[in-house]
């Protein structure tokens, strides 16, 4: 039983992060249908971002809860300056192409970002462990968390929230859903789809580096950081169905779920659980749990 | 009657037979013959490039220079290689195992190195070691931890200068049970492959030869640099074991202490981190008081006060700002191993030494390093053994630096398997043949 109550609270923990990490690459997708490899940029450049502004906090004595705040402000900013510059920069002029193209060309990009983090940061680790253990931990029954894992499930809860909310509750998302469902009668609607682009961009921009800036203070910010979240990122929104936000939820379930019981029961089966869970979904579901198959217009 | 043209083109001819015969003219011999090129291969880029590959780059570079202005302490203090500048030509090890064996080849090849000096990752060792046989190019190992290397092999152009992977896990297990005499049951947090699954095998094998009721409850084998150990230490917490190993170095390292700390799991666990020294400059008071920690041999904070051992570390600390981590001594005690085999060639004759003349020198060769002692007299004199090191770490809160307390050496010929005999083996068999006084 305490075992279950293990699986059960590491697999929503690890899921509630991975959920942070993949929406905004599956919300990128479902409207603009760009596979974003430099989705793990973005998670890198948050992550950066936000250890270099806590450690010039700390160093400087500020307040210690006033660190949590810094983790949004580098979310925010990295996500609305690189979300720009990567959309008008270069996205707005492969609309339309095939999508094998958008991807090498995000893909480029992704090799581009990973030269200039280590043009900017050198190749140091930048740790900022100081947020990790200030929310203190909970004793639930057998079971000791860390209060700031918690809160990870709170933000995903948060973000998963809003984002239904927004999508179906306001006009805003609504026009989102229409794009979604059918581009180009949204355009002959008198959508301005080219807007809609833009502003859902820089939303699953900052999404990215919220990952990344949410992670910083659990890990020791390294090279490397971007590449190994695209495959995980990339897992989930396959599992749960390319462009389905709902399906990124259940992805990251099922994979959080799966990781924690084979790291709990059998270890050995850690390290390819995620990839075959990945290969028996897109064997029965080949568009995933939640995805649709699409219609191809002639 | 000679006319002005006439002259002219007399004039003209003489420069031109004279410009034929400049440009015939070989190079000047003494330009070729003062450097003695050697290519450096270490991690400069990916998440292990800060931590152990730079580092790395770093010792070669201060020991070179060091070599190149005589200016290493005695009896190493005679200019260059058999009197050659040494020429250090940098190449990247993070690129992955097949673009090594491509570079290897280029050193070689088109860049026209005598020697090839580095590789902190098996996987690279074990790609570029036949290619330097088939080339025959003089290769040293600076890092690179696997025993396979001349375990399973017989290379005649490859020598690694300091030792594999094995004494770390049999001094650890040694100096655990002389602390805990009383463990009864230990785990393994490492990485899913070659170094991770050999250090958790020598280290549980050897507990278990020094104390057979010792019981393995949890093997865990992760993603390198996967950085998200939550479960792991669920796992730790709910098994209770009485000490937990783990090899974990770098970012990985970091991740683990900063998140396995935050929940107590060092309270009730004796950590046991064989490669976490390089770390605690880093992590400083956030590496909790307690942990048996070490640096893959006698290295840093373990490297002994000799006039050798004190120039690498001040020297090292005043150039770059910190301690040096074990890689930088590897590759310094690679180089210096070259010198001293170099200028022992260059003394018996004359000219360019080939490889394997070099390489002969190498063999059981035994000399004084930075702070410890290497002795090439393993498989063949190819591989290097050196006493192990290993202590207690500390934060010192009065001075705000970490240090290590209780720290014992250990014998080389206490914690490497005897010649000619595998480590796995050795241990099985009860260390056979140990010599630990």
Not at chain 2, 24 to 44: I, M
Not at chain 2, 164 to 174: E, I, K, N, S, W
Request: aromatic share 8%.
């Amino acid at each position: 039983m305490a075992t279950l109550a293990f699986i059960v609270a590491d697999g929503v923990i690890y899921a509630s992060w991975l959920f942070i990490v993949a929406v905004g690459m599956t919300l990128v997708y479902g409207v603009m249908r760009i596979l974003n490899v430099a989705h793990g940029s973005l998670y890198a450049l948050g992550a950066y971002t936000a250890a270099t502004m806590v450690g010039v906090w700390f160093q400087r004595g500020y307040a210690p809860l006033g660190s949590f705040a810094l983790l949004l402000v580098a979310a925010l900013l990295v996500g609305v300056v690189m979300g720009l510059i990567l959309e008008l920069g270069l996205l707005q002029f492969l609309h339309g192409r095939d999508e094998v193209v958008v991807v090498l060309a995000t893909y480029a990009t992704f090799l581009i970002l990973e030269d200039v983090i280590q043009l900017i940061w050198g190749v140091e680790a930048r740790p900022a462990p100081q947020p990790y253990s200030l929310l203190g931990t909970t004793s639930v029954g057998p079971l000791l968390l860390n209060n700031y894992d918690l809160a990870l499930i709170a933000l995903a809860l948060l973000v998963g929230g809003v984002g239904w909310w927004a999508l179906t509750r306001t006009i805003a998302g609504k026009l989102l859903l229409a794009v979604i469902f059918d581009r180009e009668m949204a355009e002959a609607c008198g959508i301005n789809v080219r807007r809609v682009f833009l502003v859902t961009f820089l939303i699953g921009s900052v999404l990215g580096a919220l990952g990344g800036a949410s992670t910083a203070p659990m890990i020791s910010v390294s090279r490397g950081l971007g590449v190994d979240v695209i495959v995980l990122a990339f897992a989930v929104v396959v599992i749960g169905g390319l462009g389905s936000i709902p399906g990124a939820l259940l992805g990251a379930a099922v994979i959080g779920l799966s990781r924690a019981a084979a790291v709990h029961l059998l270890p050995q089966a850690e390290v390819f659980a995620i990839y075959l869970i990945m290969t028996l979904v897109l064997i029965v579901r080949p568009y995933g749990l939640l995805g649709h198959e699409r219609l191809r217009k002639v | 009657m000679r006319t002005a043209t006439s002259t002219v083109g007399l004039l003209a001819m003489a420069i031109g037979v004279a410009a034929l015969f400049l440009i015939g003219l070989p190079a000047p011999v003494a330009s070729q013959a003062e450097k003695y090129r050697v290519g450096v291969v270490t991690l400069l880029a990916g998440p292990f490039a800060a931590s152990i590959g730079v580092p790395a780059k770093n010792g070669a570079e201060m020991v070179a220079e060091a070599i190149n202005n005589g200016t290493l302490p005695a009896p190493y203090a005679t200019k260059g290689v058999g009197g050659r500048s040494l020429d250090l030509v940098l190449v990247d090890e993070s690129t992955g195992t097949a673009k090594q064996v491509t570079e290897f080849r280029g050193l070689a090849e088109r860049r026209e190195v005598e020697a090839v000096v580095g590789y902190l990752v098996a996987g690279s060792c074990l790609a570029v070691a036949p290619v330097a046989d088939e080339l025959k190019m003089l290769t040293l190992l600076s890092t690179c931890s696997t025993p396979r290397i001349f375990e399973e092999n017989d290379f005649k152009y490859v020598y690694r200068t300091s030792a594999h992977l094995t004494p770390d896990g049999v001094t650890a297990a040694r100096y655990l049970l002389k602390r805990m005499p009383s463990v009864k049951t230990i785990a393994g947090l490492n990485w899913n492959m070659a170094y991770g699954q050999d250090a958790w095998r020598d280290f549980k094998l050897s507990v278990q030869a020094l104390k057979p009721d010792v019981e393995a409850v949890n093997e865990q084998f992760t993603t390198f640099g996967g950085g998200q150990y939550g479960s792991e230490i669920s796992a730790l917490l709910a098994r209770r074991p009485t000490v937990l190993h783990t090899a974990f170095a770098g970012g990985d390292f970091e991740a683990f202490v900063v998140q396995m700390t935050a929940r107590g799991l060092h309270q009730n666990v004796q950590m046991v981190m064989t490669a976490g020294a390089g770390s605690m400059y880093r992590l400083l008071d956030k590496l909790p008081d307690g942990v048996i920690i070490e640096d893959r041999g006698p290295y840093s904070v373990f490297a002994r006060p000799t006039p050798l051992g004190t120039w690498f570390r001040t020297t090292y600390e005043q150039r770059y700002g910190i301690t040096p981590p074990y890689t930088a001594y590897h590759m310094g005690q690679a180089l210096l191993a070259l010198k001293i085999a170099g200028d022992k060639v260059a003394r018996s004759g004359g000219g360019k030494p080939a490889p394997e003349e070099v390489g002969r020198a190498l063999e059981q060769l035994k000399f004084d390093a930075f702070g410890t002692t290497v002795h090439m007299s393993r498989s063949r004199g190819h591989q290097a053994v050196t006493e192990s090191a290993i202590g207690v770490y500390k934060f010192d809160k009065s001075k705000g630096a970490p240090t290590v307390v209780d720290v014992t050496y250990y014998p080389a010929d206490c914690v490497n398997p005897p010649d000619g005999m595998k480590g796995e083996a050795w241990i099985k068999g009860g260390f056979k043949g140990a010599r630990c006084d």
